[in-house]
């Protein structure tokens, strides 16, 4: 009661009237309650009349059902779409299809899936479309194989090089929950796999992936099918990878290879080298054991496997760990199998020492190994362990720290190897460091050591490039005298830095110094260079006196020797030396090409020796080859325009009868 007593309206009190305000506006204005009674009903206002309210919406139309006849066209029409690069269209004509729950026969998918992918470097939604078409075909297709293989590794490498993992991972779940025979692995699991491996927590999502697909690859039962679905040996060790290098899980790393036995795939040598990796990493030194005996069981060889020993014991800093490897290493490498380390491994030891200042245990770790080195009399310099990581701090710029390195081992009453002051002396070459590089020199002889052929030939080079000849001549020299088996490196650089330094006079000496060495094999072109380096400077005497060594050293004369003589004679209308030439060149019987009849024509004509410029047409037509009557004529324009034939009838009878059977073979009589 009390409630519906609080309910009861109030009773409202008399409020004052005042008066209301005219206002200028036409529009009625609508009278309050509480004034109704002043007006009369009849001129009332009526109230605004309210606006209807909405219809209710009208039921949604059910969807008109396709006919088979209409299906047919629409994916003929996405056919024709994609043909003609309408994506837009083709998109259009799949939603019709999907929407009446019809589904693209598989040519078509493929038609769509791939052309959809492929246009999305260009097409903005080409990806995403692709992808949904994708999914929807394999959870709605009645097909057994909705999408072809060759469009859906399409899309899987698109997805890849877009670096969408989600979408792609995604996808593959897609594949494997769809109940069909999976494709080959090369479809979608190698595009996964470049695309997963540099983000750790994505390769973690693909590792579950790659576990299901295995699984089903095992409970296959045709084996031709089973073979065609499981990962091959590239894909599992790329995985395997990445359990080991970027997951560093031991215990994933371990279900890869059990995974890898289930379906048929026998681990090799790089397969152990993660292994080896990881377990150098962890540190499981029962693990490292294992891995040791079994590859000498399987008669592996080791080199992987010490050098991703050493990659895992310098990740986790285990530095003694590390110098054991390598002196081990070092120790077991036989005659002619090489180093087990590249440039690579010794680059990634000295940063990690360098990093950590383990400036000491460096040199000790070079100076061991060159004692077991001194036993290996096969072991050439680049592959001893100072060459290599030496070399390996000069790459990486650190050239003062590799001269610290060299100070340690010299502190320590250690005797430095060639190896540790080859790579520094090359340095020094290649940075024009003179001084640096003489200085070492010396120290070098006073160890009692013997450069080798590379170091002479960096120290040869730095003298040419500094124009310093006479330095490079004496270099040389000792090489020589040191009885190393290799000089052609050396005697090229010294040939072209004078040849571009058009240094003829010091080519022809230094030819003639080596001529007799049978460990360089000098042959025609080297005279030619000579000769013609002479000729381009208008030393003509000097280039025939070459040349007659040539000859006299029984060096064979070829087609360019004749042409820069040539070239040479006309230069300097000296045409009697052509002349000469020519006589004897015919008496050598040398083989004529084009070139050298061209040459020589067109050098006797200028000289107005027509009785041998017949010779030579002569000899042109016996060999078959054709000459340029113009480029003869214009010579004979040019010089001899106004010789007359009644002259030379009166001086020379010979000569005249020459001028006009050269005039007519021109057709300059008619």
Not at 153 to 159: D, K, M, N, V
Request: aromatic share 8%; proline share 6%.
């Amino acid at each position: 009661m009390r409630a519906l007593l609080r309910l009861r309206p109030r009773r409202r009190l008399p409020l004052p009237l005042t008066a209301r305000p005219f206002s200028s506006s036409s529009e009625p204005h609508e009278i309050p309650t509480v004034y109704s009674f002043l007006q009369p009903s009849i001129f009332a206002p009526r109230p605004k009349p309210q606006p209807p309210p909405p219809p209710p919406p009208p039921p949604p139309a059910s969807r008109k059902a396709l006919s088979v006849a209409d299906a047919a066209a629409l994916e003929a029409d996405l056919l024709a779409a994609v043909a003609d690069d309408c994506f837009d269209d083709a998109w259009l004509a799949f939603k019709t299809l999907a929407a009446a729950s019809f589904s693209p026969s598989p040519p078509a998918a493929a038609a769509l899936v791939s052309h959809l992918a492929a246009a999305a470097p260009h097409h903005r939604l080409g990806l995403k479309r692709a992808f949904a078409a994708a999914v929807f075909l394999l959870e709605k297709s009645p097909h057994a194989e909705p999408i072809p293989e060759a469009a859906l590794g399409a899309l899987f490498s698109a997805l890849a090089a877009a670096g969408s993992a989600a979408p792609a991972l995604a996808l593959a779940r897609a594949l494997l929950g769809c109940g069909r025979r999976l494709p080959a692995f090369s479809a979608w699991g190698h595009p996964l796999i470049e695309l997963t491996r540099g983000d750790a927590g994505a390769f973690a999502a693909f590792l579950k992936v790659f576990d299901e697909a295995c699984k089903l690859v095992v409970g296959e039962k045709p084996p031709a099918e089973a073979a065609a679905m499981r990962p091959d040996l590239a894909a599992c060790n790329a995985v395997l990878a990445g359990c080991c290098r970027s997951l560093g899980s031991v215990a994933d790393a371990e279900r890869v290879l059990e995974t890898m036995s289930a379906v048929g795939v026998s681990p090799d040598v790089e397969s152990f080298g993660c292994l080896a990796f990881l377990y150098a990493w962890r540190g499981v030194p029962c693990r490292v054991d294992e891995l040791d005996k079994l590859l000498d069981a399987l008669g592996f060889s080791k080199k992987g496997f010490f050098k991703n020993l050493v990659s895992g014991y310098l990740k986790s800093c285990s530095f003694d760990s590390v110098s054991s490897v390598v002196l081990r290493a070092v120790k077991e490498q036989s005659a002619g199998d090489g180093n087990s380390f590249d440039e690579e491994s010794y680059t990634e030891i000295a940063q990690c020492f360098l990093d950590h200042g383990k400036v000491r245990e460096l040199a000790q770790l070079i100076i061991q190994a060159q004692e077991i080195e001194l036993t290996q009399q096969s072991l050439s310099v680049e592959d001893s362990v100072g060459f290599g990581i030496v070399n390996a701090c000069v790459e990486l710029g650190l050239l003062n720290k590799a001269h610290i390195i060299l100070d340690e081992m010299t502190a320590q009453g250690a005797s430095v190897g060639l190896g540790v002051y080859s790579s520094i002396l090359k340095a020094y070459c290649k940075e024009q460091k003179t001084a640096e590089a003489a200085q070492l020199v010396a120290e070098i002889s006073a160890a009692g050591l013997q450069l080798d052929a590379g170091s002479y030939d960096a120290l040869i080079d730095a003298s040419m490039t500094a124009h310093d000849f006479q330095s490079a001549f004496a270099l040389f020299r000792e090489m020589r005298e040191a009885r190393l088996p290799e000089l052609r490196t050396s005697y090229l650089t010294i040939m072209t830095g004078l040849t571009e330094n058009n240094r003829p006079d010091l080519m022809a000496s230094f030819l003639d110094s080596a001529v007799d060495d049978p460990r360089i094999e000098i042959a025609a072109h080297d005279w030619n260079s000579i000769i013609h380096a002479f000729c381009k400077v208008g030393r003509l005497e000097d280039a025939r006196r070459t040349y007659r060594r040539m000859v006299f050293l029984r060096f064979e004369p070829n087609n360019q020797t004749y042409l820069s003589l040539i070239n040479g004679y006309v230069s300097a209308e000296k045409y009697f030396s052509v002349l000469i030439l020519w006589t004897e060149v015919r008496r050598r019987g040398a083989e004529f090409n084009h070139e050298l009849i061209d040459a020589f024509l067109y050098a006797l004509v200028k000289g107005g020796f027509f009785d041998m410029a017949m010779q030579v047409i002569e000899k042109a037509q016996e060999c078959k080859i054709f000459v340029d009557k113009w480029r003869h004529k214009q010579a004979f324009m040019e010089t001899h325009k106004k010789l007359k034939v009644a002259k030379l009838r009166k001086r020379n009878f010979r000569k005249m009868e020459a001028l006009i059977a050269f005039k007519n073979w021109a057709g300059l009589n008619t």
